[in-house]
């Protein structure tokens, strides 16, 4: 699935790259070499960063 459109950047892809720096989404798109162009795809850009962090911020089980 595309996140952007207009650059063609696919959930993966931003996913990899939000998990990898700080900053809002505009900063992730950047990272990729990109600018948000049309804005349409800022909001659920910004989800799936915040969906990303959640990830990151959980306790990580390790077998005893």
């Known amino acids: 699935m595309y996140v952007c459109v207009c650059n063609a950047i696919r959930e993966t892809e931003f996913r990899r790259a939000a998990r990898c720096m700080e900053g809002d989404a505009e900063s992730v798109?950047?990272?990729l070499g990109k600018a948000p162009q049309c804005c349409q795809?800022?909001?659920?850009?910004?989800e799936?960063?915040?969906?990303e962090r959640a990830l990151e911020r959980r306790p990580?089980?390790?077998a005893a």
């Open 48 to 51: 799936l960063l915040a969906e």
């Open 29 to 31: 798109y950047a990272t």
């Open 60 to 62: 990580q089980l390790v």
């Open 41 to 46: 795809c800022l909001e659920e850009a910004d």
